[in-house]
């Protein structure tokens, strides 16, 4: 088999909170590229996985590694440093701030000359005019100069993912991007995952199956903190294993 490169890789992962293990020896291969989803029922392990992979908690046991490179054990800031972004939470957003802003703000951090030419009114322009391409990318073109307070849910969740992308990801983790959606902003979401997903590394955690079905090329399903299934979505879907552990959610 033609060798891929991997994208993120955890080895013999663990997190262990007062003797009880919510993430438990998981290995995980996210290949460069490739569409990753995270699913098991509630409680199986996916928020944590996802905040041990993004640095916000660090692992009990266990490796991380970005392109080859090991990462365990740094903080949030220095692995997105690495290239891996993690889609912002809603409750991050400024109220007063309209989409633009909040755009410009997020470019402007990952430039580390961005606080020394936080005046120039020169590297002001270029981000706004990258800041309109990608309000215009999710969608919020119109809507760019509309406080954020403002907006409606999927529009603040597609703003969301204007920030993650301000990042310039190698790698993004997407938090539920679809969840709490209607059909419409569900169907949104997708194709605009599939157009950032372009030459990018995504791992999402998803409950509708819908969306891991449409967007993802590999699955992994988590249960009591260990892997129960990994394959394509065809794959996984038919495996009795995980049938099993769905309906005894
Ligand atoms: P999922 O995202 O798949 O629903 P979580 O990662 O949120 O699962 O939780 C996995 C398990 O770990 C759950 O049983 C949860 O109660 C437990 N857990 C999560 N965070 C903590 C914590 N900070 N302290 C103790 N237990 C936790």
Known sequence: TPSTTVALRATGLSKNFHGFL?????????????????VGPNGAGKTTLFNLLSGFLQPSTGTITVFGEDVTGLQPEQIAHKGVARSFQITSLFENLNPREHVELALQSRTTQGRKFWRSEKLLGRFTD???????????????????????????????????????????????????????????????????????TVVFV????????????????????????EGTYQEVRSDPRVITAYLGE
């Open 22 to 38: 919510a993430v438990n020896a998981v290995d995980l291969e996210v290949a460069a590229g490739g569409v990753h989803a995270l």
């Open 130 to 200: 990258r800041a309109g391409e990608l309000l215009d990318l999710v969608g919020l073109a119109e809507l760019a100069e509309k406080p954020a307070g403002l907006l409606a849910y999927g529009q603040k969740r597609a703003l969301e993912m204007a920030l993650v992308m301000a990042l310039d990801p190698k790698i993004m983790l997407l938090d539920e991007p679809t969840a709490g959606m209607g059909i419409e902003d569900v169907h949104r979401t997708i194709e605009l995952v599939k157009k950032i997903a372009d030459g990018r």
């Open 206 to 229: 998803d409950h509708n199956m819908h969306v891991v079905g449409s967007l993802a090329d590999r699955v992994t399903v988590l249960q009591q903190g260990r892997i129960l299934a």
